[in-house]
């Protein structure tokens, strides 16, 4: 089991680019997350999917967007990039009545 | 929304010590999450814990969710513990995570 692997490890957009944060999963865990991680600071949930097809907003989405087509995917997408948005991003997926698994992590930042 | 206060908000310690970490919660919850985060940024959880008492070696926690608070304890400290605590409470579908509890320990 690879578990949850987010890609890319880095990243670096100029503002107004686009981008999409790869997760995977290989646990077939029904919930997965999208959160960030600003310095110093607890996660911030963006979106979160309860199954394939399924997605809905965290306390931060604005600026972001999910799709949820299989399983093992979630995508995380970035329209307009903004300084705002520098932070960590972590994926987490989990099953019902168990703990959450998190991804590596994701550090963008936009200059 | 629910809040979730973690304290104290530093703790630096000799290793062997031993430590209580504290997470209050403002309103009732069926979800509740102890998260260690390593100084690599790793996120890696300890406990799913919505109530009563779990152990795991060394940590152990407790939570009493009708005076909405979870404590985590740490024994025989190691210098591997050092990182960031985190507390999360919540729904099966959402969780309010703490700022955290960032635990320095001395060799």
């Known amino acids: 089991n690879a578990g949850v692997t987010q890609t890319p490890k880095f990243r670096i957009l100029k503002i107004g680019q686009s981008m999409t944060l790869q997760c995977t999963q290989d646990m077939n865990h029904n919930y997965m997350y999208w959160y960030r991680q600003d310095p110093g600071m607890g996660l911030k949930l963006i979106y979160y999917s309860v199954g394939a097809g399924i997605t809905d907003k965290g306390e931060v989405p604005n600026g972001y967007n999910v799709s949820r087509s299989t399983t093992e995917d979630f995508p995380l997408r970035l329209e307009l990039a903004a300084p705002s948005q520098t932070s960590v991003y972590f994926c987490?997926?989990?099953?019902?009545?168990?703990?959450?698994?998190f991804g590596p992590g994701t550090r963008l930042t936009v200059l | 929304g629910i809040q979730v206060e973690q304290s104290p908000p530093d703790l630096i310690l000799q290793e062997g010590a031993n430590s209580t970490l504290r997470c209050n919660f403002s309103?009732?919850?069926?979800?509740l999450q102890w998260f260690h985060q390593n100084p690599w940024g790793q996120l890696i959880n300890l406990f799913y814990i919505p109530s009563g008492t779990k152990q795991n070696g060394r940590l152990s926690a407790t939570t009493v969710a009708t005076e909405r608070y979870s404590l985590l304890y740490i024994s025989s400290s190691q210098t591997t513990d050092s990182g960031v605590y985190f507390c999360?409470?919540?729904?099966?579908?959402?969780?309010?995570w703490g700022a955290g509890t960032k635990l320095i320990i001395k060799p």
């Open positions: 999360a409470v919540g729904s099966n579908y959402q969780l309010i």
């Open positions: 987490a997926s989990r099953s019902t009545g168990d703990t959450q698994y």
């Open positions: 309103d009732s919850v069926n979800n």
